[in-house]
């Protein structure tokens, strides 16, 4: 998946990195990977961010061609056995686009955040 422009639309809104945790469900830690691009944003979380954002869910993609825009739609937008399909066929990791499982310690920091 392109980069994400998660940390550019938080701060152009004024909010923190907890708060934003909050919104989504996920931990700070967790969050902060993902705006650093150390995680990929999985298309389960998309959704979260775009409605805490207060965008469409491509605005959380940086700029690319309108080509890409248009398979990011695509993904998005289908059921999670297509977009295995369609991660094949275009030789995408699938871990760019399944659901992300985070490992034990970001649940305890997650349980422990709420």
């Given at each position: ?24 469900g996920l931990s700070t ?22 409605t805490a954002l207060r ?8 700029e690319t061609s309108s ?48």
């Amino acid at each position: 998946m392109a980069p994400n422009r998660i940390k550019e639309l938080r701060e152009s809104q004024g909010m923190t990195l907890e708060t934003l945790a909050e919104l989504v469900g996920l931990s700070t830690s967790y969050v902060q990977r993902l705006e650093n691009g150390e995680r990929n944003l999985a298309v389960k979380h998309f959704a979260a961010f775009a409605t805490a954002l207060r965008v469409k869910p491509e605005d959380l993609i940086k700029e690319t061609s309108s080509r890409e825009q248009v398979l990011i739609k695509a993904i998005l937008k289908a059921d999670s056995a297509t977009q295995a399909v369609i991660a094949r066929l275009l030789g995408i990791d699938l871990g760019a686009i399944q659901p992300e499982l985070p490992s034990s310690h970001e649940e305890e920091n997650s349980a422990n955040e709420k």
